[in-house]
């Protein structure tokens, strides 16, 4: 069985940082493309990065770029978003996700509208709340 457990959410006053974690089981990630996404009360769920699966390079959208980081652990089989200068228009709910299927897992020009049944594998999500 594929899952994905996400951790490290918290509460952060605005500038500050928080790591965020992605660990799989029943599946390598690193055989996976990886997506974050999040969902803020009262929105849709949005995608913030995608991590293509046979380049590991990762697409972010334009709100968190040259903030956050997304990374791999091979060897603990876990993705870490790294989240730097949160801004209180961060706080949501984030998710991973995870897919094998044959265009998203090259991270597409479309791929922040995937749809959710286009992932194998989705995390149960993990609060962060930016606030002073």
């Known amino acids: 069985q594929l899952q994905l457990v996400e951790s490290g959410g918290g509460l952060v006053q605005p500038g500050g940082s928080l790591r965020l974690s992605c660990a799989a089981s029943?599946?390598?990630?690193?055989?996976?493309?990886i997506y974050w996404f999040r969902q803020a009360p009262g929105r849709e769920r949005e995608a913030v990065s995608c991590?293509?699966?046979?380049?590991?390079?990762?697409n972010y959208i334009q709100s968190v770029k040259g903030r956050f980081t997304v990374s791999r652990d091979n060897a603990k089989n876990t993705v870490s978003l790294q989240m730097n200068n949160l801004k209180p228009e961060d706080t949501a709910v984030y998710y991973c996700?995870?897919?094998?299927?044959?265009?998203?897992?090259?991270?597409?020009?479309?791929?922040?509208?995937?749809?959710?049944?286009?992932?194998?594998?989705w995390g149960q999500g993990t609060q962060v709340t930016v606030s002073s």
């Open positions: 029943g599946f390598t990630l690193d055989a996976y493309a």
């Open positions: 991590t293509s699966r046979s380049t590991g390079t990762t």
């Open positions: 996700a995870a897919t094998n299927s044959e265009v998203p897992r090259m991270c597409p020009v479309f791929w922040q509208r995937l749809p959710r049944t286009t992932f194998d594998s």
